[in-house]
């Protein structure tokens, strides 16, 4: 017996038809004798409408009560699951956030899961019912609904995990694992039967859309064992399980590779600030006031001194963030001392990522010259010890993706494809 959290994303629990096959798969593994807690997200959709009823309503509208509304789609999901269990002769009730509770921080709209008491879901477990849980919410200070942040349900279902103790954490979605890149741009793409914690943090951070960012940093904390697994496969149909996400202890030397997978990411912007005063503080005046404004800055190059005594200052801004940086820096100009600020939103960020680069050299220099034999222009580099992202034209990113997959190694033979 094992005690398992299953988490259903949108697209799982997108209408009835689609919930009852969830409630067929929870009810497999409760078959089999497994303590099952399921994490719910709203059905897909319904996060963005009650967003726009909140903005339709006021423009500035009190956060609290925004958490309110926006969480209404989760509590909808849980109820009318833990409804379609009970009609299949499984036990089952809904929990809501604050009736475990789940203690979250006070920043609404984007809090943090600081507690969760699971003395009440022990006991149900204990008594073979299933819980079903809301995800993307919580309770702060005064007994007041907060949520996540979106795509929180997947950090509720993993916060979950790690308080019930459970043996691992199924993540459901649209896709049936983790792939070496994105199938729709390489047919040949693999799926991975294991990935590391960080390499799944480092390819979510850059542009892999399988799991939320947070979660999987949170799983790295916590160890917990998350799989990545197909909601749209028929409970026990599966010839092939999906993607487990572990610490690097668990996946054998003879398992890894050099390169895990290529990620790309066209959500971001470029900005150069030309001639930028050489001396001390400068770089400060620049991203001193964008933090302040709360805008994320990614890759940053500066370039040698001119002799003038100046420098140029590239970097790169959420797209999305793109209107609100430039007039961030626009107003500090007079501190800044730039005298040109040059913007292009027409880029995309590839990135390769994998354990084996710390004890492998050449990855970045492989990179480079793939990329050069095909006119691809490299126009920043950022690096950690597992990952190497270049900025590009957006243009080419397709591009990029295909050929560093081949150059990699990363392509499915033949019969396999």
């Known amino acids: 017996m094992a005690r398992i959290v299953m988490k259903f994303g949108g697209t799982s629990m997108a209408g009835i038809e689609r919930i009852r ?71 089952a009730r809904s929990w809501l956030g604050w009736q475990l509770p789940i203690r979250t921080s006070d920043g609404h709209g984007s809090a943090r899961i600081e507690a ?52 691992r954490c199924d993540i459901y979605t649209d896709v049936d694992g983790v792939y070496t890149t994105d199938p729709r741009i390489v047919p040949r793409a693999r799926k991975l039967k294991r990935v590391t914690y960080e390499e799944m943090l480092e390819l979510a951070s850059v542009g892999a859309k399988v799991l939320q960012t947070r979660s999987v940093g949170l799983a790295m904390k916590e160890g917990v064992r998350v799989q990545v ?57 620049i991203f001193g006031p964008l933090a302040e404004a709360n805008i994320n800055v990614d890759m940053i190059v500066q370039n040698i001194a001119h002799t003038t005594g100046s420098t140029d200052v590239t970097f790169t801004v959420p797209r999305a963030e793109l209107p609100r940086a430039l007039d961030v820096l626009d107003k500090a100009r ?25 004890s492998h050299a050449g990855v970045a220099a492989q990179m480079f010259t793939t990329l050069g034999a095909r006119g691809i222009n490299i126009l920043a580099i950022t690096t950690s010890e597992i990952k190497v992202s270049v900025l590009i034209e957006e243009d080419y990113s397709e591009l990029a993706v295909r050929v560093l997959h081949t150059a990699y190694g990363l392509d499915a033979e033949d019969d396999a494809a």
């Open 229 to 285: 697994l197909s909601s749209f496969v028929e409970a026990g149909d599966d010839p092939e399980p999906g993607t487990l996400i572990v610490g690097e202890e668990e996946i054998d030397d003879m398992e890894r590779q050099l390169i895990t997978g290529v990620a790309y990411d066209k959500s971001e912007a470029k900005v150069t600030l030309a001639e930028v005063p050489d001396r001390p503080g400068a770089v400060a005046a």
């Open 21 to 91: 096959i969830v409630a067929e798969r929870v009810k497999h593994e409760w078959e089999a004798g497994n303590e099952v807690a399921v994490v719910v997200s709203a059905m897909a959709g319904e996060t963005d409408r009650l967003v726009n009823f909140c903005r339709e309503a006021s423009a500035l509208y009190d956060p609290r009560e925004y958490d309110v509304v926006v969480s209404s789609g989760e509590q909808i999901t849980s109820g009318l699951l833990a409804i379609t269990l009970q009609a299949i002769g499984v036990p």
């Open 334 to 358: 007079g501190d800044i001392g730039y005298s040109r600020l040059i913007h292009d939103p027409r880029v995309a960020k590839i990135s390769v990522v994998g354990v084996g680069m710390r």
């Open 116 to 167: 969760i008491d699971t003395t009440a879901l022990n006991a149900s477990l204990a008594d073979r019912q299933v819980a079903v849980i809301p995800g993307f919410q919580g309770m702060a200070l005064g007994e007041r609904v907060a949520t996540l942040g979106r795509g929180g349900s997947d950090t509720s279902a993993v916060a979950m995990a790690a308080a019930m103790k459970a043996d």
